[in-house]
């Protein structure tokens, strides 16, 4: 697929976003985006889809919904932290 025709997808894709906060979200990732690739020396080993994924994530953490909690995290990996 060309540069293009992913544009032109992508367009297609967010014309389809009806939901507010979709649509802040989508906004978002894609401004963390463009400007961090200003910074993306610091992430030099990863290819664009695992930084795309980690920008992802990072947005993904903003939202309280998407959290554990540290108590939550030591009953499901404790056994392995601290060793």
Request: no cysteine.
């Amino acid at each position: 697929m060309s540069v293009l025709e992913m544009k032109g997808e992508l367009h297609d894709l967010l014309a389809q976003v009806n939901e507010e906060s979709h649509l802040e979200k989508i906004r978002a990732f894609m401004l963390r985006l463009l400007s961090a690739t200003d910074s993306k020396s610091e992430y030099d080993g990863l290819t664009e889809e695992q930084y795309a994924e980690l920008l992802l994530a990072i947005e993904e953490s903003e939202d309280e919904e998407n959290l554990v909690s540290s108590e939550e995290v030591f009953k499901r990996f404790g056994q392995w932290i601290g060793k």
